[in-house]
């Protein structure tokens, strides 16, 4: 599992490279879930598993999705009030204020979830309070958390931010998105994993 990478890395993170190629690779297998007509609503790094040998091309374009126990139909009419469903670590800001979701929460969840693989944590990481959470997650734009996300990861959170719940998304627009702040960091990249990510984890 994804969730796995931090206590595997002698650094405590992922590197930046590898952390946005696991965002690419985590968006492609959200948008089939969406197109299929369902929003996942608990996105987290134990949502998603690597296949073995994990590579640069089995990230970018096989990850797949492992647990399903959270999934909605989606579009959906939406609820008055919906009852917390996901995590307190990498829900919305909706979900946490009992509305709706939908497919842009889920990638505001990846976003959280790639800002905490290249940082090794998330502001909120201590807090157990869901509105004390809620209320960091609001601001999470001025943590230094946010900031070290590339310029096109930022512009991504903030779009999908504004974004009304059941509003379809443009995932070409959202994946170019990652690939663009690839290409612009690491312009002659070799495709090369850090080595202790090479090592084949135990499938769980």
């Known amino acids: 599992m994804i969730g796995s990478l931090l206590s595997a890395s002698p650094t405590g993170t992922v590197p930046l490279e590898m952390s946005l190629l696991i965002g690419l690779g985590c968006v492609r297998a959200l ?25 640069y091309d089995s990230i970018e374009g096989r990850i797949q ?6 999934v909605l139909p989606y579009p959906c009419k ?39 693989l290249i ?3 998330l ?35 903030r779009r999908m931010y504004l974004t009304v719940s059941q509003t379809p998304l443009d995932y070409k627009y959202i994946i170019e998105q990652f690939q663009n702040a690839i290409q612009r960091r690491f312009p ?6 850090p080595m202790w990510a090479t090592i084949p984890m135990a499938e769980e």
Not at 32 to 54: D, E, K, M, Q, T
Not at 65 to 70: A, K, P
Not at 123 to 146: D, G, H, I, T
């Open 78 to 116: 939406p609820r008055p009030f919906v009852p917390f469903i996901g995590t307190l670590r990498y829900s919305s800001v909706r979900a946490h204020r009992g509305r709706e979701q939908g497919p842009s929460d889920d990638i505001i969840s990846l976003i959280y979830m790639i800002a905490e």
């Open 188 to 193: 002659e990249t070799k495709r090369e994993l």
């Open 31 to 55: 948008a089939a879930l969406h197109r299929l007509g369902y929003i996942h609503r608990s996105v987290s790094p134990y949502s998603f598993s690597f296949v073995n040998p994990i590579s």
């Open 119 to 121: 940082s090794g944590r």
């Open 123 to 157: 502001p909120w990481r201590s807090v157990f309070s869901e509105q004390r959470v809620c209320e960091m997650k609001c601001l999470f734009y001025a943590n230094v958390e946010f900031k070290r996300l590339p310029k096109e990861i930022r512009h991504l959170y």
């Open 65 to 70: 999705i492992t647990d399903l126990s959270t």
